[in-house]
């Protein structure tokens, strides 16, 4: 059983980066397709970026994020890490790591069947 958490995040002044890393449990972090998806108050979740399996596996970034964001993959603590950067106010929201259901392409939130509890970015100006 695939397991996620997220650690990270918290505060930031505008222009500023932070890491957000997702922790899983239950398989190698390679074997899986990783996405991260954030949802603000009052709006839907959206996709931010993903990770598909694989050796290297290949990476893919919304097109509000894709100058800003990258990512890292940490085979000691099998684990993915989210690094924003430039960060701008309407990046305030809760961001989420997730597992993908087999076969999909993990491009669309209902691609994710397993989701981590969520870490909090609040971006000041």
């Known amino acids: 059983q695939v397991q996620l958490a997220e650690s990270g995040g918290g505060l930031v002044h505008a222009g500023g980066g932070l890491i957000i890393s997702c922790v899983v449990s239950g398989r190698p972090v390679n074997q899986l397709i990783i996405g991260w998806f954030r949802q603000a108050p009052g709006k839907e979740r959206e996709f931010v970026a993903a990770?598909?399996?694989?050796?290297?596996?290949?990476?893919y970034y919304s097109d509000s994020v894709k100058d800003r964001c990258s990512q890292s993959r940490d085979y000691a603590k099998n684990s993915l890490q989210l690094h924003a950067m430039q960060l701008r106010t309407e990046d305030t929201a809760t961001y989420y790591c997730a597992s993908s259901k087999q076969g999909r392409n993990g491009l669309n939130v209902n691609d994710y069947d397993i989701w981590g509890q969520g870490a909090q970015v609040t971006v000041s100006s």
């Open positions: 990770w598909t399996a694989g050796v290297r596996g290949s990476t």
